[in-house]
């Protein structure tokens, strides 16, 4: 049984998600929505556990039926300044800032608040739990993909539409091969060694 303080279905509730702490590159993308119960979008779960497809069929949605929402980032030069959890609740503070509504309530997935004024709880797996969050983590995951597409255009050879900026065994290699780009997070430790090995050399 699911135990929160507030009120997951309160009106006015705003359910805030990010996508992108994971990668070598690119920004951090959060998302805040308010959704209208007068029009219910079903479907709503953790955008990880949904297709590419169904993912922008249901950011569509959210963006025409939601109340209020808002996509905000925080940039590789705050996630290197910052650090990436900073930067990560950094740029749901801006996501909650940028809704035309003013939210009753704020939920936030994980276990980690923003320093903000709002009444609000942090829920781990939230995106799966509370239908306001799994919008929000939709919305953020589908414009973080759409930044990567754009970065693949920018810097082609890294593969970036394929591994979306995550450390896998092709990245590395590219980055090995054609070296560190300004997209890249400095402050990550695979990013941070190759810098360390060039400067070395």
Known sequence: MDLFELDIEAPGTAGVDEAGRGPLAGDVVAA???????????????????SAK??????ADI????????VARASVAEIDTLNILQASLLAMHRAVQGLAVTPSQVLVDG?????????SEAIVKGDDRVPAIAAASILAK??????LLALEADWPGYGFAAHKGYPTAAHLEALRRLGVTPVHRRSFAPVRALLSDAAEG
Do not use: H, T
Not at 54 to 59: F, G, K, P
Not at 111 to 119: A, G, T
């Open 54 to 59: 169904r993912r922008e069929a249901l950011a």
């Open 111 to 119: 276990n980690r608040l923003p320093r903000w004024d709002y009444v």
């Open 32 to 50: 805040a929505v308010i959704l209208d119960p007068a029009q219910p979008i079903a479907g709503l779960r953790d955008s990880k556990r949904l």
């Open 142 to 147: 589908v414009q973080r993909d759409a930044d």
């Open 63 to 70: 963006r025409e039926r939601a109340l209020a929402w808002c």
